[in-house]
Each structure stands twice: as structure tokens, then as C-alpha cells.
């Protein structure tokens, strides 16, 4: 029997933090703005759910939408996010770089694992990018990157799941693979016996169109039946993990 994975949820929301511990959530990965994949989270954001947190708390680094080409002021801003993350209690940050050929800026990625210090770092769905994926899987390892984010280059991690199996072997035990992407109740098992991943990645909120009177663009809605159903489809295959009420 396979082990239980780790479920980690990316929130940009106080509310929707304390919606996935309560589900049970392993971790969060707190980010504002998942509407265009997430970026930084604000400082008082990060205090605030750091605070009430019942588990680690991994920091999306990322500041800006769009492309993962890191220019030297983006790099500057980064830094200064890995340390203001770390000085707030973050247990991990979460970033990617890419180089215009579709490598991995190793330089960019350098000087982050380095601000994080002891910090283990998540390499996020850059990594789909990369135009080699088993030669951007050593690389990250040679940088010193604990975890890597994947849907395995497709459009949901289950539809990637075959190449994430490849990812899983070449990983080997000095990278953790975190299948994500698109995950839901009706595949979750199948995509963690398929890819062998110890840990999976789904969100943990949807956006929905302000009203016109009171607002401009999308709120952030935390989503508790979708987490509820991947919690309770690996609860019923892998056994119940206990969490802190």
C-alpha cells in the first residue's frame, strides 16, 4: 500500500488558509493573486496567516505575472521577499527561474537558495517551462532545491501523469516531486499510485467577479467541497492523518 501523501494548498487568503487547515491540510502555500498563478504575498498577509498557522507555511516568491526570465531587478526583489519570508516564520519558499532557452537560470536560483539559508526551496511550475525536463531535474538538485512543482508539462498533473512517473525516477530520493495541477477527488488516488509522488498540490480558492457596485476585478472565494473531496478520497485510500484543530 502506498504511502499517504502530503497535501499541500495554495491560498492567497486568510479565510481560505483557515478553510484548509480545518479540512486538513499538511501545508499551505500562501501567494495574493492565484488568478494569474500567484505571486508574493504582502507582508501583513503573511504575518496574518503565519500567526493562526497549524502547519509550515511556504511563501510563493514571484514578483511579477507572466514569463519566469528573472532580470537583475526582479532578482534584487526576490531576495528581499526570501528574507522578509523567512524573518515572518515562513517554512519554506516557493520560486522559479528560467533562462530564454528554456533552462533553468541556475545564477537566479543560486542566489535564492542561498538568501533562504536553512529554508528548503520549491521550485514552482516554471519548471513545466523548461525545455529539458530531466536535465532541469539535475540541475535543481545540483542547486541545492528540495522540492519541485509539476503537472509533468500538461495541462492537469493526471494528464501529465506518466511523465511525472519519469520525474519521480530521475529525482530519486534528493528531490521531492509534488504532483500538481487540475487535482480533484475523481483521480487523485489513481495519479498517486501512477506517479508514486509522496506529496500533492491543489488550490484552495476560485475567484469570482466583483459586483460593480462595490468593487473592480475578481475576490478571492475560498473552496472547501473540492478540498473536501481530494482530503476525504486520500483518507479513504491511505488511511486518516490526525491534524491540529
Not at 9 to 20: G, H, I, L, W
Not at 21 to 38: F, K, N, P, S, Y
Not at 56 to 72: E, H, K, N, Q, S
Not at 83 to 109: H, K, Q
Amino acid at each position: 500500500m502506498a504511502s499517504r501523501p502530503i497535501v499541500e494548498v495554495a491560498v492567497d487568503s486568510v479565510e481560505a488558509a483557515e478553510m484548509a487547515w480545518t479540512l486538513g491540510a499538511d501545508r499551505i502555500e500562501l501567494c495574493q493573486a492565484l488568478e494569474v498563478g500567484g505571486l508574493t504575498p504582502s507582508p501583513g498577509l503573511i504575518d496574518a496567516v503565519v500567526t493562526r498557522a497549524r502547519g509550515p507555511v511556504f511563501a510563493m516568491i514571484r514578483p511579477r505575472p507572466g514569463d519566469f526570465l528573472v532580470t537583475a531587478d526582479d532578482l534584487a526583489v526576490m531576495v528581499a521577499d526570501v528574507a522578509n519570508s523567512t524573518a515572518s516564520g515562513c517554512a519554506g519558499v516557493v520560486v522559479g527561474a528560467l533562462l530564454p532557452n528554456r533552462e533553468i537560470d541556475g545564477p537566479s536560483v543560486a542566489r535564492l537558495v542561498a538568501a533562504a539559508g536553512s529554508l528548503p526551496i520549491t521550485c514552482h511550475r516554471a519548471f513545466d517551462l523548461s525545455a529539458k525536463p530531466m536535465v532541469a531535474v539535475a540541475r535543481l538538485i545540483e542547486l541545492g532545491v528540495k522540492r519541485v512543482l509539476t503537472a509533468g508539462g500538461a495541462g492537469t498533473a493526471f494528464e501529465g501523469r506518466k511523465q511525472i512517473a519519469k520525474i519521480v525516477d530521475r529525482a530519486g530520493p534528493r528531490l521531492t516531486v509534488i504532483a500538481g495541477g487540475g487535482v480533484t477527488s475523481d483521480h487523485v488516488v489513481e495519479l498517486v499510485r501512477q506517479t508514486r509522488v509522496g506529496e500533492i498540490h491543489l488550490s484552495g480558492s476560485y475567484q469570482v467577479r466583483a459586483g460593480q457596485s462595490t468593487g473592480f476585478g475578481m475576490n478571492t472565494v475560498a473552496n472547501p467541497a473540492r478540498l473536501m473531496r481530494v482530503i476525504e478520497a486520500i483518507d479513504r485510500e491511505f488511511g486518516r492523518r490526525e491534524h491540529a484543530t
